[in-house]
Structures are given as C-alpha cells and as structure tokens.
C-alpha cells in the first residue's frame, strides 16, 4: 500500500469531520446566520479549537462581503484552500547544516517520542549521516533500553547515563561524545514526565542551556512529538513545551482513524509552527514528512474529484 494510501486510510475520522464541513456549502443554501453558526460548531467538534475557528469564521465572513458570496458552498471552497496554505509554514525541512547538529526531542510520555527518535535516527542513516542517540529519560529505564534497541537497528550509537542519574550530563556527555567522534546528528530523547511540570520544564531548560553552553548555539531543532488523538489537550501540551524550549518543528504521531484532523490546524495557529513530520505505525518507515498537499487530498478526497475548488486571492485564515 503506498504511503498516500495509507494516509487516507489512517485518516477517516478526520476526513468524516471534514465532510461534515463540506456538505454543509450545498451550493443551493443561502449564507445565513443559520450557516455560519452551523460551521462553527463544526469545525469546533473538528478539533479546530475556539481561537482557530473564531479566526476561520471571522475571515471567510469578511471575504464573503467583500465578493458579495450569495450560497454556501464560496466559503466551503475557499476553507478548504486556505487549509492547505494555512499548514504550509516556512521551515518544515530539517536544518542539519551544522555539525554534530543537536536535536532535543521532546513531549509527554506515551506521545511516541522515543519511537519517533528510532525512526528519525533510521531515515538518517539512510541518508548516510552518523547519528548519535542520547538517552537523556534516566526516570524510565525501558526508555532507554527502547532507545537501545532503536539505535541497533539503525546502526546508530548510543550515550545513555545510570537510572536516576542527572538528564543535563547525560546531554553532556553526548554531546562530548558526538563532537569526539565526528557525529552529524544527535538525537536526545528526554523524559516526558517528572513530580511536576514545572521540574519537567526546568529539566528541559537546563538541557538546553548544555546545549549551548557546548556549542555555542541552541539546538539546530527542537521538535515537540504530540499524540494526534489528544485533540485540544495536544495544544495545551504544546504551549507548555514552546515557552520552556522555544520549539522549531512539531512532530503528529499516532494519526489513525480516531484523530479529528482540526487539532494540526489548531496547533500551527497556536505556535506559528511547521509540523515537520507524521507517524502512522510503528515501523522504521511509518514517519514521513508533512506534505500539507498530501493532506488534503487524503481529506477532501471525493469532494475535490466531485468538484472543483474555487480560485482566491488570498488566504484569509
């Protein structure tokens, strides 16, 4: 099964909330009150959060005055290509230029992260790059035992600390490591849970300040694994990592048919972040980058072969 069709696969429920907006731009229903009342809540069921859909709704309304749309189905048309534009943010691609280039990965436990790592460290050394796995998660043993396992079956090496230990050496150490061995990439797993989240956030901040301390810069990225099927808790979540870690990338695991879809909507329009990657299984070759395109076809898949999208300007989400 190609990738594409097994994004459309992994995508049914979010495509179901997306039809759900779709049908409601029947190009023989007047623009009511009754409609735009009608696409809020949809969109709102959808995962697109308050503040995305307030913003969704409030500029398709002034676009409708402005070119005097009459039915439904001229905002539908336009939502759905402002969606794609809306997910398309400079900086998607990994910035790898420096060498070792440190990526500090992080995210609650149980979002996928340290499968993410084993993953992002098999796509790199497939691209011929000396990767160096740091197991900076000393509160969880299987953490870095999984990291373990990842890093052998990628060929990649691996830095880990004694159980307990403090995560900001171990990030010492492997960045030591890295700079001593001539490594291209280092991927530091950290761990998603402590007593609470302000010792969490405080944990990752001090791996940062290793970070630059060693190098002279922040990480090259710092990408937040969010869990696709936590809806509106991802954005809480993601607010919380980017004020403590000042994230690059945002990285949507677990994007099967119980995700809504809204909630990649709703986070770029929190952070003013690209999602740089998604992850449908538990293979080596289960993540991928995000292709906002590749998105949408799977989405709007029988609508778009039904119907053409009307042009536009502008985005105006």
């Known amino acids: 099964m190609s990738w594409l069709s097994r994004l459309r696969s992994s995508l049914s429920r979010a495509r179901e909330s997306f039809a759900a907006v779709t049908r409601l731009g029947r190009p023989e229903r007047p623009l009511t009150p009754e409609f735009w009342d009608e696409l809020e809540e949809t969109l709102i069921l959808a995962d697109f ?4 859909t307030q913003k ?8 409708a005055r402005q070119e005097e749309w009459k039915t439904a189905d001229q905002p539908i048309a336009r939502f759905r290509k402002d969606v794609e534009r809306f997910l398309t943010l400079p900086g998607a691609q990994l910035r790898l ?17 340290t499968t993410t790592i084993g993953k992002l460290a098999a796509r790199l ?14 509160f969880r043993a299987a953490a870095t035992e999984q990291l373990a396992v990842w890093a052998e079956r990628s060929d990649a090496s691996v830095v880990r ?13 492997g960045v030591a490591a890295a700079k001593a061995r001539g490594v291209d990439v280092v991927l530091i797993d950290t761990a998603g849970r402590l007593q609470t989240k302000t010792n969490l956030m405080e944990e990752l901040k001090k791996m940062r300040r290793v970070i630059e301390r060693e190098l002279g810069e922040p990480p090259a990225e710092t990408l937040l694994v969010v869990d696709g099927t936590n809806g509106q808790n991802a954005i809480s979540q993601a607010k919380l990592f980017h004020a403590a870690t000042e994230l690059t990338g945002i990285v949507i695991t677990k994007l099967d048919s119980t995700a809504k879809g809204g909630v990649l909507v709703a986070i770029v329009d929190e952070l003013e972040i690209p999602i740089k990657f998604v992850g449908l299984g538990e293979g080596s070759d289960d993540l991928r980058p995000f292709v906002p395109a590749e998105f949408i076809d799977a989405l709007f898949e029988d609508e778009q072969n039904a119907r ?3 042009q536009s300007r502008e985005s105006v989400i």
């Open 97 to 113: 230029d420096e060498r070792p280039a440190v990526m500090l990965i992080v995210g609650v436990n149980g979002s996928g992260k």
């Open 125 to 138: 050394r497939k691209e011929r790059k000396r990767v160096l796995l740091v197991a900076a998660d000393t």
């Open 161 to 173: 600390g004694n159980e307990g230990a403090d995560p900001a050496s171990v990030v010492f150490d």
């Open 308 to 310: 053409p999208l009307a």
């Open 49 to 52: 959060g308050v503040p995305a």
């Open 56 to 63: 969704i709704i409030t500029g398709l309304q002034t676009v």
